[in-house]
């Protein structure tokens, strides 16, 4: 299965929650190449945890699903969270490159493995960050 994704910016659409708001701001325009996962479980009175993934190749290895897989794993085990923001940093404008893709390809397979949806990826670029929303194939 290929993954498609489509813009939702502006980053104050009614598609992204007050929580997504608050970690786009936080993060802002890209400062150099690195991934960020935001875990969460709804309803929950705090929203998770983030990790930040530094020293990010531009191009995903093919080994990165299984990476990401053994990442995820640990922090559902432990936190019981049900879903993932993915946050790709690096330098350009907001639309997703075709590394950006192969990166959001292997976050969503490895949260596949694992049981996490996959509700908005946000790419923080050299302006500011973009959202985008997955939708299926067809």
């Known amino acids: 299965m290929t993954g498609r994704f ?3 910016a502006p980053p104050d659409s009614t598609f ?6 608050q970690f786009a701001e936080a993060l802002g325009p890209a400062i150099r190449r690195q991934l960020w996962l935001r875990f969460d479980t709804p309803g929950a009175a ?3 945890v983030v990790i930040q993934l530094d020293q990010l190749p531009a191009a995903a290895p093919p080994e990165a699903a299984a990476n990401l897989t053994n990442v ?3 922090l ?3 936190g019981n969270y049900t879903s993932v923001t993915l946050v790709l940093e690096r330098h350009g404008g907001p639309e997703p490159t075709t590394r950006d ?3 959001m390809r292997a976050a969503r397979d490895a949260a596949e493995r694992v049981g996490l949806d996959i509700g908005l990826v946000l790419i923080s670029h ?3 960050v973009s959202a985008y929303a997955k ?3 067809g």
């Open 72 to 74: 995820m794993a640990a």
């Open 16 to 21: 992204i929650n007050d929580a997504d708001r």
């Open 46 to 48: 705090t929203k998770g």
């Open 126 to 128: 050299s302006r500011g």
């Open 135 to 137: 939708y299926p194939d």
């Open 101 to 103: 893709r192969e990166w």
């Open 6 to 8: 489509r813009t939702i």
């Open 76 to 78: 559902v085990e432990q």
